[in-house]
Nanobody, 122 residues
């Protein structure tokens, strides 16, 4: 499984970005997908997750109501719409895939993309 993330960049506080991740795998519809982030000097942390069919989602508390995760199983893509961005959202964002239905834990994910940098200026 190869995951390719894109969409990062520099944005002012209050702005929006949309991250996208494309998976090169036939069984995409049987993979739970997640977004994680890692800020300089910090551990990788959970941001959002979505189940196989997209019926179930989970969000980290600080992004709830601002970020939306979605997926398109026909296109093998998962997206993270990020609104009302804050400087503390600055990090490298990673998409990841798990064989589980859905998970918020880093250790549950089997495949990782290369990361895309999001920088939010104040």
């Amino acid at each position: 499984v190869q995951l390719q993330a894109s969409g990062g960049g520099l944005v002012q506080a209050g702005g929006s970005l949309r991250l996208s991740c494309t998976a090169s795998v036939r069984t995409f519809r049987h993979l739970g997908m997640g977004w994680f982030r890692q800020a300089p000097g910090k551990e990788r942390e959970f941001v959002a997750a979505i189940s196989w069919s997209g019926n179930h989602t989970r969000y980290e508390d600080s992004v709830q109501g601002r970020f939306t995760i979605s997926r398109d199983n026909a296109e093998n893509t998962v997206a993270l719409q990020m609104n009302v961005l804050k400087p503390e959202d600055t990090a490298v964002y990673y998409c990841a895939a798990t064989k589980l239905l859905i998970s918020i834990y880093v250790s549950a994910y089997d495949y990782w993309g290369q990361g895309t940098l999001v920088t939010v200026s104040s």
